[in-house]
């Protein structure tokens, strides 16, 4: 069973500090990996893609990928109360295959 | 801007209904799939379908039946509800093998 981890939290960080969220993934055919942000009640919304090893920045957030390690994290600078959410690690199956596997995702609280 | 549908945000059906879930989206996206999600066991993938009146298993496709008669609309059938399939159901639609894109789900409750 193709697997991907995360810590179910919460991770409780202070406003303007950095939120570090961490993901692992079984899977070592998998290329494609995917940072969703789900407020409670709501449904998961895309907020970050990666491909290649190395970072990936769009604006507060940094996707990093490490495909020897097996790893990707999604770095949150300058963290905001708004940003208090479960995010979800999402990782394509390796192989021609459209499915995503998500991991159970991380709760952050962004303390005021 | 991705828009997907869902026909209701919340329904509440008795053990033994059929039950029908619509899910519609507007940017001729390929694939489109169904997933449920409850708590601690994070999203699962029920069906999905690459291309009009194509459909695939996923996970936990028991108790569960699919329909793509329009490239637009993917509807999921619970044949016989029972109440073990009150959950969130989440639709997402994909242009291509990569991201997803979500609906605002609807919350069943079968008593």
């Known amino acids: 069973q193709k697997e991907v981890e995360q810590n179910s939290g919460p991770l409780s960080v202070p406003e303007g500090a950095i939120a570090s969220l961490n993901c692992t993934y079984s899977?070592?055919?998998?290329?494609?990996f995917f940072w969703y942000r789900q407020y409670s009640g709501k449904s998961p919304e895309l907020i970050m893609s990666?491909?290649?090893?190395g970072d990936k920045e769009d604006g507060r957030f940094t996707a990093q990928l490490n495909k020897a390690s097996q790893y990707v994290s999604l770095l949150i600078r300058d963290s905001q109360p708004s940003d208090s959410a479960t995010y979800l690690c999402?990782?394509?199956?390796?192989?021609?295959?459209?499915?995503?596997?998500f991991g159970t995702g991380t709760l952050l609280a962004v303390q005021p | 801007d991705v828009k997907v549908t869902q026909s209701s945000r919340y329904l509440v059906k008795r053990t033994g209904e059929k039950v029908f879930l619509e899910c519609v989206q507007d940017m001729d996206h390929e694939n489109m799939f169904w997933y449920r999600q409850d708590p601690g066991l994070g999203l699962r993938l029920i069906y999905f379908?690459?291309?009009?009146?194509?459909?695939e298993k996923g996970d936990i496709p028991e108790g569960y039946s699919v329909s793509r008669e329009k490239k637009e609309r993917f509807s999921l059938i619970l044949e016989s509800a029972s109440t073990n399939q009150t959950s969130m159901y989440l639709c997402?639609?994909?242009?291509?093998?990569?991201?997803?894109?979500f609906g605002p789900g609807t919350r069943l409750t079968v008593t």
């Open positions: 990666i491909y290649s090893n």
């Open positions: 899977d070592r055919g998998s290329q494609s």
């Open positions: 999402a990782v394509k199956a390796g192989g021609a295959t459209n499915k995503l596997i």
């Open positions: 379908s690459y291309d009009v009146k194509m459909k």
């Open positions: 997402a639609s994909s242009p291509n093998r990569y991201e997803q894109y």
